[in-house]
C-alpha cells in the first residue's frame, strides 16, 4: 500500500505552518522526513495517520493493505506511550483484544513479535522495570503486532542515549531486512535520516515546504556506523538545513 | 592557593524523603495516654477536664460485654458503607462523565461547586422531610457528604490522564469504550483513590450527624447522648471507636492501593 500526499497546507489560526507539501510514500520504503524545529514535521505525520486534519489537501492510501493486517496506518511515539499498568505483554495485547484476539490467538502473534523484537524474557515485567530502549522496543512489538501497511515513527529514537540509539537502528535495519515494511520516519537527527531512509525529505522552516529530496541508494543493509558515503549525505543535508535551523532558531515561539 | 589546604565537601542532600516508622505513630499514641494516665491519677488533670484513659477503658469493656457494642456498630456500619457505597458510586460515575463530555462539565461543573461549600449537616432537616425520619435521610445525608468531594477528585483524575496514551488507543483503532476502560478509568485510578480517602472521612464525620436525628442506636447516637449528659467516659469510647473506624478505612484503601496501583513508579 503506498501513501500519497495531495497539497497538503495548515494553519492555526493566522499562522501558517506547512504550505502545499505533496509526497509519494511508496510501499516497502522507508521515507525520512528532516527539517528545522517547528517545521511541522510531527503534526504532518499526525496527518498522515488521520490524528489531526489539514486546513486543505489531503492525505491518500493507493491500493488495499495486505492480508491480515488490523491497523494499516500504526504510530510509534517518541516517548513510548506504554500503559504502565500493564506488562509487556498486556501492552501488546491490548491492540489485539478491539479486533477480538483474544487467548491462543493472542498469545501466538505476542510470541511472535516478541521474538522478532528480542522482548521474550520480559513478557511479564511492567513498563517501570525497563530501560528507555526496551520500552521502545516494547512499543515496535506492538506496532508489528497489528500487522501495519505503514509505520509511521515520530522521533522514535530521541528520547534515547546514543548508544541505545545505534543500537534499535541496527534492530531496526535488522527488522525490515527481514521483512521490508513502509515506514515514515520523522526525526530531527540526521545520521538516523540517512542511515534508515531510502529517501530523505527536507522541510524548511515555518511555513514548512518541501526543499529537497534525497534519495540514497545504498541498501539498508550495508550501511554502518561511520560510513563515508553517508557522512557525505549528511553534510549534504546538513547543509541544507543549517541557515533555515538558524534562522528558525531565532523565532519567537508562538505556538 | 599554594597550600593545598583539603576541606571535605559538606553533606547537604538528603532530607524531604518521607519514610515509614512504624513504632514512632504507636509510640505517639502510648505516650499521650500514658500522660493523661499519669496526669488524671496525680490530680494533675482534674477528672472534670479529661477523663481517665483506663476509666474510659472500663466503660468500653461494660460495653462490649453488655452487648451493645454491636447493637451500636452494626446500624452505623451499615449507615456508613450504605450511604458512602452510594455516594462514592454515583460522584465515580459523575465525574467519568464530567470528565468526557464537555456539555456535561459545562452544565454540572459550576453546579458541583455550588454545592460543595454547603455545610450538608445544615441540609439534615430537609433530607429528612424528603426521606423520612428512618435510615433513608441517613443514607442520603452521608451520600450527599460523600458525592461532592469524589466528583471533584475524579473529574480531576480523568483530566489529569496522560493524553498521548488516549492518542495511541486512537491511532490503534481502539473502540471509545475500550480507550475509556482500558486507558482512561486505569490511569485515573490513583487521583480517585486519593480522592476517596478524603470522602470516606467525611463519611464517618457525617454519620455523626445523621444519627442526630431519629437515631435509637448508632455510634452517633451513643456519642450524643453521652455527650449530653457529660459523661465523658462514654464519650471518649465513641469517639475512639470513629478514629478507629477512620484508621481502618484508611488501611483498606492503603491495601487497595497496593494491589491497583503497583504499576507506580
Not at chain 1, 501513501?3 to 510501499?27: K, N
Not at chain 2, 460515575?93 to 449537616?121: D, H, N, Q, T, W
Amino acid at each position: 500500500m503506498d501513501i500519497r500526499l495531495e497539497g497538503i497546507s495548515h494553519s492555526y489560526d493566522d499562522f501558517e505552518v506547512m504550505r502545499d507539501i505533496t509526497l509519494d510514500v511508496p510501499d516497502g520504503q522507508i521515507v525520512c522526513i528532516v527539517g528545522p524545529s517547528g517545521c511541522g514535521k510531527s503534526t504532518l505525520l499526525r496527518f498522515i495517520g488521520g490524528l489531526e486534519r489539514p486546513k486543505a489537501g489531503r492525505v491518500m492510501q493507493l491500493g488495499e493493505p495486505p492480508e491480515g493486517c488490523l491497523n494499516p496506518l500504526t504510530y510509534i511515539f517518541q516517548d513510548f506511550a506504554l500503559l504502565p499498568w500493564r506488562t509487556v505483554a498486556g501492552n501488546i495485547s491490548l491492540v489485539l483484544e478491539d479486533h477480538g484476539i483474544r487467548g491462543a490467538a493472542a498469545r501466538n502473534i505476542i510470541d511472535d513479535v516478541l521474538t522478532r523484537t528480542k522482548l521474550t524474557d520480559f513478557a511479564e515485567a511492567l513498563p517501570k522495570q525497563l530501560s528507555g530502549g526496551m520500552k521502545q522496543r516494547v512499543a515496535i512489538a506492538r506496532a508489528l503486532a497489528v500487522k501495519p501497511a505503514v509505520m509511521l515513527m515520530d522521533e522514535p529514537l530521541s528520547a534515547l542515549d546514543s548508544q541505545t540509539r545505534e543500537l534499535l537502528m541496527d534492530d531496526l535495519v535488522d527488522l525490515w531486512s527481514r521483512q521490508p515494511f513502509t515506514a515514515v520516519y520523522v526525526t530531527h537527527n540526521l545520521a538516523e535520516a540517512v542511515r534508515l531512509g531510502h529517501s530523505v525529505v527536507v522541510l524548511s522552516r515555518r511555513p514548512g515546504q518541501i526543499r529537497e529530496i534525497v534519495h540514497i541508494a545504498k541498501p539498508l543493509a550495508e550501511r554502518g556506523f561511520g560510513d563515508p558515503d553517508l557522512d557525505a549525505q549528511q553534510k549534504h543535508l546538513w547543509q541544507l538545513m543549517r541557515d533555515e535551523a538558524r534562522a528558525a532558531d531565532a523565532e519567537l515561539l508562538n505556538v | 592557593m599554594s597550600e593545598a589546604q583539603g576541606k571535605s565537601v559538606a553533606f547537604r542532600g538528603g532530607g524531604f524523603a518521607p519514610k515509614a516508622h512504624r513504632w514512632v505513630s504507636v509510640m505517639v499514641f502510648v505516650v499521650l495516654i500514658a500522660l493523661a494516665e499519669w496526669g488524671t491519677r496525680s490530680g494533675w488533670i482534674s477528672a472534670l477536664t479529661l477523663p481517665k484513659p483506663s476509666d474510659v477503658l472500663t466503660t468500653f469493656q461494660e460495653l462490649y460485654s453488655s452487648g451493645l457494642l454491636f447493637g451500636h456498630l452494626m446500624p452505623s456500619l451499615s449507615r456508613l458503607i450504605i450511604g458512602a457505597f452510594i455516594g462514592a458510586s454515583v460522584g465515580i460515575s459523575v465525574g467519568v462523565l464530567i470528565g468526557l463530555f464537555s456539555y456535561i462539565r459545562s452544565g454540572l461543573v459550576p453546579l458541583v461547586a455550588a454545592i460543595f461549600p454547603i455545610p450538608k449537616i445544615a441540609l439534615l432537616p430537609l433530607f429528612v422531610i424528603w426521606f423520612g425520619i428512618g435510615e433513608g435521610s441517613k443514607y442520603a445525608l452521608i451520600a450527599f457528604g460523600t458525592f461532592t468531594p469524589t466528583v471533584v477528585a475524579t473529574y480531576g483524575a480523568v483530566d489529569n490522564v496522560d493524553r498521548t496514551l488516549i492518542r495511541m488507543g486512537q491511532s490503534f483503532g481502539l473502540s471509545w469504550w475500550s480507550i475509556v476502560r482500558k486507558i482512561v478509568l486505569p490511569g485515573a485510578m490513583p487521583g480517585i483513590l486519593s480522592g476517596l480517602r478524603i470522602s470516606l472521612a467525611i463519611a464517618i464525620i457525617l454519620l455523626v450527624a445523621a444519627e442526630m436525628l431519629g437515631a435509637e442506636y448508632g455510634i452517633g447516637a451513643y456519642i450524643l447522648e453521652a455527650g449530653s449528659l457529660y459523661d465523658l467516659e462514654r464519650l471518649f469510647v465513641g469517639v475512639f471507636i470513629l478514629s478507629l473506624l477512620g484508621v481502618i478505612m484508611s488501611a483498606c484503601i492503603s491495601l487497595i492501593e497496593r494491589k491497583l496501583l503497583g504499576w507506580r513508579v
